[in-house]
């Protein structure tokens, strides 16, 4: 289920303001860090699951307002935001490096060490508590998308930026809300899945590499998708590890995207993109 | 203009090691005129066709791994061993480019990314075979054996003139294909796909020419980059390899002759520059490369063109 948290931000500010964010990665190990510094400032870890994704939402919606805004205009390459998020991969990975330094940080949640008994099956707390907020996060945000009227906008901007801004629909504030949704649901990922794991300037990258593979099984810019996508992910990856050859674990994830893209490149839940 | 700029520039190339004699320039020149064969070859794809290829790092591994395999494993390092890295990747790209090339935008760019990821896991599980996590050491000398040898490379100097040499081949390949009838066709798909296929130019043909060519010359600057370094290991599959060659064409200006030479020579040069700041070098690189990307998205290229044309429009209104 950490998987599919990891994707849903990504295929959000893919789906709703096309850009690929390459510093996802970034964002979610923003969000791992920001619920270090306050655990060691004694906040408890619960209330971090909420504070650090509120801070990190801000940190997305200024790097939409300041940079990726100003290259929505006519003139610049369609190159210029992809490009801007691997230099912000760059500058957030290089400040985590001078803030925290390169060693691996352990983010402490006591609750998550103890077992529950759950149906016959003995799971780990934090298992539980990482399967249970994505099921309610999900829950929420396909309600969200579906039911109220900044959702409906959110999709009307995915599907036709320029008419739905001839519709009055404030095309900027709603890019504004995806990014700020987006890096937020990546931050969240960050804090729950840290305390299984360990947090580190360059745990990013596995974190995007995960996160495409899962956007691009799933359809890029589908939130459904993006749970399919990461549960097949989980799966494939733990059978495949346990049963064919586990150091070859992380390649399954790749040849899955290979197999995807050639025989249904739209992904699985995907959307057909307008050509052009 | 042009000719006087290609003599000019051959002339600067071919005298350098006349005035530079640091052993440490060399390294950073050879490392320039091959970053500026990858953007040259990258540019191909990316600044002609218009398609995100985010796999160019592939090719460069592929060919870096075939050239050293072959003198681990045969003992060979001759001119064999670079037709070899040429062919293997560009039957490699024509394998990944047949199913990849039929795909646009973020899904090329996805498929030809996982392809690099597939590539890094192979070798890190390929044993005694590719060395594994480890690499291979002790790639020989690239050496001729033939009439009048034998003549191994074995000076910076020499790889310097094995690198131009290279430079000037993939520079003259790329504005002979750009400015024929198949670059006309490589702008009118990037223009414009269903309008090009709709009178008439096959796509996918010219789209995989230029795929097969960038590939190939990537794959050549890999061998003679594992001839050089003498070692090879999986990091030349990382993300960053990737991300640094895409960087080098869109710094320079994609889609121009010279916007890749001049952004590969400028990605090589900076971390070096950049040495002085020490932890912070990362940082300023990533900050410098946003910098540009925000005031000039046309690329440095663009940027000197725009300036220009003010300048001479200024001149003129004066007169």
Same mark, same amino acid.
């Not at chain 1, 996802?24 to 004694?42: D, R």
């Not at chain 1, 994505?134 to 959110?154: E, K, Q, R």
């Not at chain 1, 036709?160 to 990546?186: E, S």
């Given at each position: 289920?950490?998987?599919v ?7 959000l ?5 096309r ?10 190990t923003l969000?791992?860090?920001i619920a270090?510094?306050l655990?060691?400032a004694?906040f ?9 994704p509120?801070?990190a939402?801000?940190m997305?919606m ?10 929505r205009g006519?003139?610049?390459?369609i190159?210029?935001?992809f ?17 925290f ?8 949640n006591?609750?998550?060490y ?19 907020v994505?099921?309610?996060v ?10 109220t ?8 901007v995915?599907?036709?930026r ?11 504030a709603i890019?504004?809300?995806t990014w700020?949704?987006g ?10 899945v840290t305390p299984e794991a360990?947090?580190?300037?360059y745990?990013?990258?596995?974190v ?7 956007v691009?099984v799933g359809?890029?810019g589908?939130?459904e998708?993006?749970?399919l ?34 025989f249904?490149?739209?992904g ?9 | 203009?042009?000719?006087?700029a290609?003599?000019v520039?051959?002339t ?19 490392m ?21 290829s985010?796999?160019?790092?592939a090719f ?8 050293? @395999?072959?003198?681990?494993?045969? $003992? =060979?390092? /001759?001119? %064999? ?6 062919? !293997? ?6 394998i ?6 039929r795909l ?18 192979l ?9 594994g996590?480890?690499?291979?050491p ?10 009048g040898?034998?003549?191994?490379f074995s000076t910076d ?5 094995a ?14 294909a750009?400015?024929?009838?198949m670059g006309?066709a490589?702008?009118a798909?990037?223009?414009n796909l ?12 010219y ?5 097969? @060519?960038?590939?190939?010359?990537? $794959? =050549?600057? /890999?061998? %003679?980059?594992?001839h050089?370094?003498?070692? !090879?290991s999986?990091r ?13 064409v869109?710094?320079g200006g994609?889609?121009?002759?010279i ?6 020579l400028i ?21 410098f ?6 005031f ?6 663009g ?5 220009w044309?003010?300048?001479?429009a200024?001149?003129?209104?004066v007169r």
């Amino acid at each position: 289920m950490g998987y599919v948290l990891m994707a849903l931000g990504l295929t959000l500010v893919f789906g709703i303001g096309r850009v690929i964010n390459f510093a996802h990665g970034e964002l979610y190990t923003l969000g791992a860090f920001i619920a270090v510094v306050l655990v060691q400032a004694s906040f408890p870890y619960l209330s971090t699951l909420l504070i650090a994704p509120l801070l990190a939402g801000i940190m997305g919606m200024l790097i939409e307002r300041l940079i990726i805004r100003k290259m929505r205009g006519a003139g610049t390459s369609i190159w210029a935001p992809f490009l801007a998020t691997l230099a912000l991969l760059v500058i957030f990975q290089s400040l985590y490096l001078i803030i925290f330094g390169p060693d691996p940080h352990i983010l402490q949640n006591s609750f998550g060490y103890t077992s529950i008994d759950l149906f016959s099956l003995t799971v780990m707390g934090q298992d539980a508590l990482i399967a249970g907020v994505s099921i309610i996060v999900v829950a929420a945000l396909i309600w969200f998308m579906h039911h109220t009227s900044y959702g409906a906008a959110m999709r009307a901007v995915s599907q036709d930026r320029d008419t739905a801004l001839l519709m009055g629909v404030d095309v900027n504030a709603i890019y504004a809300l995806t990014w700020y949704l987006g890096v937020a649901l990546a931050a969240l990922a960050g804090v729950l899945v840290t305390p299984e794991a360990t947090v580190d300037p360059y745990i990013g990258r596995i974190v995007l590499l995960k996160g495409i593979t899962i956007v691009i099984v799933g359809g890029l810019g589908s939130v459904e998708g993006a749970v399919l996508g990461g549960l097949m992910l989980g799966l494939i990856e733990s059978l495949a590890g346990t049963y064919v050859s586990p150091s070859f674990k992380d390649g399954w994830g790749y040849a899955l995207v290979i197999l995807v893209l050639v025989f249904r490149p739209r992904g699985l839940l995907g959307q057909q993109l307008r050509r052009g | 203009m042009t000719f006087v700029a290609t003599l000019v520039g051959l002339t600067i190339t071919l005298t350098i090691p006349l005035w530079v004699q640091s052993n440490f320039y060399m390294y950073i020149l050879i490392m320039g005129a091959f970053n500026a064969v990858l953007a040259i070859s990258l540019n191909l794809m990316l600044g002609y066709i218009g398609e995100k290829s985010l796999g160019h790092a592939a090719f460069y591994g592929i060919g870096a791994y075939t050239a050293a @395999m072959i003198s681990s494993h045969f $003992g =060979l390092s /001759g001119p %064999l061993n670079l037709l070899a890295a040429f062919v !293997v990747t560009t039957a490699c790209a024509a394998i990944i480019g047949i199913p990849a090339l039929r795909l646009r935008g973020p899904y090329f760019a996805i498929v030809t990314l996982g392809f690099v990821l597939i590539l890094q896991l192979l070798v890190l599980n390929g044993g005694s075979f590719t060395g594994g996590p480890s690499g291979l050491p002790g790639v020989k000398r690239l050496a001729w054996t033939g009439i009048g040898g034998p003549y191994v490379f074995s000076t910076d100097i020499q790889y310097y003139y094995a690198a131009i040499a290279l430079f000037w081949i993939a520079l003259f390949v790329s504005i002979a294909a750009v400015n024929s009838k198949m670059g006309r066709a490589w702008l009118a798909i990037r223009e414009n796909l269903d309008l090009a296929e709709s009178i008439g130019i096959n796509a996918f043909y010219y789209k995989m020419i230029a795929f097969l @060519m960038g590939a190939g010359l990537a $794959g =050549l600057v /890999g061998a %003679l980059y594992a001839h050089y370094i003498g070692f !090879v290991s999986p990091r030349i599959f990382d993300t960053w390899t990737n991300v640094l060659i895409v960087a080098m064409v869109i710094i320079g200006g994609e889609g121009t002759i010279i916007g890749p030479v001049v952004g590969g020579l400028i990605m090589t040069a900076l971390p070096e520059l950049l040495r002085f700041a020490e932890g912070y070098r990362m940082l300023l690189y990533g900050l410098f490369l946003l910098a540009v990307i925000m005031f000039a998205p046309q690329g440095i290229v663009g940027l000197v063109a725009d300036a220009w044309h003010k300048l001479k429009a200024r001149s003129n209104v004066v007169r």
